[in-house]
Structure formats: C-alpha cells, structure tokens
C-alpha cells in the first residue's frame, strides 16, 4: 500500500545545505496536508515545514528563511531544502501526508549538524 521513504540526510558541518527527499509509493486520492517532522533525542517532535492545499507553506520559527518545502508531483516526491543548517538542526527528520481522513509517515532520516 502507501509508502513514504526519506532519503538524503547525512552529517554536514555548521552552515552547510541538505536536501532531503520523500518519495511517495502507492495511491493517495486527496492529500491536504504536506509536512516535514523532526524530533531530537529528549525532545518533542515539532512540525517544520507544513504545506496545506489552500495556503502558502508555514515553517517554523528556527528555520524560517532556512528551510524551503517543495513538492514535485510528477515524480511523487516532497522535498526540504535545508540551508545555513546550524547544530540545533540535529534531529530525525520525517516527512509526512495526510488529511482528517488519514496519516502517512516515512521512516525518517538522521540529519547531523558539527560545529
């Protein structure tokens, strides 16, 4: 059925860019809302980049003017585009669809940032 796969984490030093991509496998009618997660050891997990279908994309205050969300619907891929990253960034990242009706979440992808 409906699979989201993360890809594209790594570790990077302070200031680098990262791209992490979620490819989307299997049939999804509607979705209403796009997000990216992410959640540090010992930490709640926090919504960073979340686009709804009627709306311009909302980020999160750290990463605001850092992170950018993007969608590629041909290729059934959701994108963030991580730049400037900072050591505060360090978390598992997970990549999310869904609606009132449903929830889909990828495995995630490790995101570390050295200083």
């Known amino acids: 059925q409906v699979q989201l796969v993360e890809s594209g984490g790594g570790s990077v030093q302070a200031g680098g860019s990262l791209r992490l991509s979620c490819v989307t496998s299997?049939?999804?009618?509607?979705?209403?809302?796009m997000a990216w997660f992410r959640q540090a050891p010992g930490k709640e997990r926090e919504a960073v980049a979340t686009s709804f279908s009627n709306r311009s994309p909302r980020y999160a205050n750290s990463v605001k003017g850092r992170f950018t969300i993007s969608q590629d619907r041909a290729k059934n891929t959701l994108y963030l585009q991580m730049n400037s990253l900072q050591p505060e960034d360090t978390a598992m990242y997970y990549c999310?669809?869904?609606?009132?009706?449903?929830?889909?979440w990828g495995q995630g992808t490790q995101v570390t940032v050295s200083s």
């Open positions: 999310y669809q869904g609606s009132i009706d449903f929830s889909y």
């Open positions: 299997g049939y999804i009618a509607v979705t209403y809302c």
